[in-house]
């Protein structure tokens, strides 16, 4: 996935900001294919969303559908869809857990932000596709 280094960036602030509980979003950008047909998201925008979950959010996430519409409104608006979202792990790896992999849609991108000691300790990226399956991608940080 592509990612520009100001969005990359602000993802981390997000996540150093709602400590103790966990931070989420969702991705606006573009699904391309690479050079091996491959689809490859790219992010231009993100949208920083409020975590709803009624209790736990310390340990989990959750984005309303109104929210989630809101924001699908928008990227549609500027020519874009919504290619994925982000959330941050307090204490633990960033690594996806069950609910996590729930959440993912087919085609996605999921961004974990692991949080440790109040600083951003890792930054991973993990792609849903469309046959099933989950699995770690690259973030190619571009200017
Ligand atoms: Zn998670």
């Not at 960036?9 to 969702?26: M, V």
């Not at 992999?101 to 469309?130: C, K, L």
Request: with cysteine.
């Amino acid at each position: 996935m592509h990612l520009r280094r100001r969005q990359f960036e602000i993802i981390q602030e997000h996540a150093l900001s709602d400590i103790p509980f966990e931070c989420c979003g969702l991705l606006a950008g573009t699904r391309e294919r690479d050079h091996k047909g491959e689809y490859e998201n790219k992010v231009y925008e993100i949208a920083p969303c409020k975590n709803v979950l009624y209790s736990g959010k310390e340990h989990g996430f959750e984005i309303s559908f109104s929210e989630y519409l809101d924001v699908e409104r928008e990227a549609m608006n500027l020519g874009l869809e919504i290619v994925g979202s982000y959330h941050s792990h307090i204490g633990t790896a960033a690594i996806p857990s069950n609910n996590d992999i729930d959440f993912a849609r087919p085609g996605h991108s999921m961004i974990i932000i692991s949080v440790q000691n109040m600083q951003p300790s890792a930054v991973t990226s993990w792609y849903r596709r469309e046959e099933g399956g989950f699995h770690q991608e690259p973030i190619r940080i571009i200017e």
